[in-house]
């Protein structure tokens, strides 16, 4: 919502609960035009439209000492984490230049820190570091 007050505009969301997307339609209501419910594995990722800025947040359970830090690998939950990348790959250069993840600190820990070094080395090799 502040991105959009500052002039942002939203091409594409995607989640894959129904009920979320209910919740998301009543704060914006031109909703229907690009959210998609599904899998984010099932999503062609030339479907997707270009945009300057790709945000993803996906579930914490297997980042979290409650889900005993799995990670995004071994995870069942965090790892829709990869879902996300697979459209960035294969959105190639049309990929957004700008990315924001969010998620919970475990995420620099789990795997005993392998998840944030891998996550690291792929956004160091996207941006031509």
């Known amino acids: 919502m502040g991105l ?8 594409f969301a995607n989640d894959i609960a129904p009920q979320k997307f209910q919740m998301y339609r009543g704060f914006f209501p ?6 998609r419910v599904g899998d984010i594995f099932e999503i062609d990722a030339h479907s997707v439209p270009r945009a300057t800025l790709a945000t993803c947040s996906f579930p914490c359970i297997d980042l979290s000492l409650a889900g005993n830090m799995r990670g995004l690998q071994a995870g069942a939950h965090s790892s829709a984490f ?3 990348v697979r459209v960035l790959q294969a959105q190639g250069a049309d ?3 700008i990315l924001l993840v ?3 600190n475990g995420w620099l ?3 005993g820190g392998d998840d944030s070094v891998g996550w690291a080395g792929f956004w160091s090799v996207r941006a031509g570091c």
């Open 4 to 11: 959009e007050q500052a002039g942002w505009r939203v091409v």
């Open 30 to 35: 031109d909703a229907d035009a690009y959210y």
């Open 82 to 84: 990869w879902g996300f």
């Open 95 to 97: 990929a957004p230049p």
């Open 102 to 104: 969010e998620n919970v």
């Open 109 to 111: 820990y789990s795997n």
